[in-house]
């Protein structure tokens, strides 16, 4: 199958749908078609309080998602505080019955008792 170089040229009415975005032919490059503005200024300039992208935020808004981030950085707050509590008991524990020291098994339940227990019931309590 041999093509000619008639062929193979392609015609404005035989254009593919689908172009890159850099080609364009010589009349569209020249004439700005009605679909993409003229631009004047580069892009860069800040935009005005009349070209806001969103309106503003309603401020009543703005105080319930304030409270309800802080609740959720409280809520985990306390539970990495209960966590890093937990992981120090396992710690002491392991110790503990590594060393096989009655002191160190003291030292042990002071901690969960001192610590560990009342985290684990503030965390209950307060969710």
Known sequence: MTETASQTTRT???????????????????????????????????????????????????????????????????RLLLLLAVLGAFALAFLAHWTLEPMSLWLNIAYDVLVVIPLVFLYWTRG
């Not at 300039?45 to 992208?53: I, K, V």
């Open 12 to 78: 404005d009415s035989e254009r593919p749908r689908v172009r890159l975005i850099g080609t364009r032919s010589s009349q569209e490059a020249s004439a700005p078609s009605a679909e993409t503005p003229a631009r004047s200024e580069p892009a860069l300039l800040p935009r005005t309080m009349a070209e806001r992208s969103s309106p503003p935020s309603n401020p009543a808004y703005l105080t319930e998602m304030l409270a309800v981030m802080s609740a959720i950085g409280l809520l985990l707050a306390a």
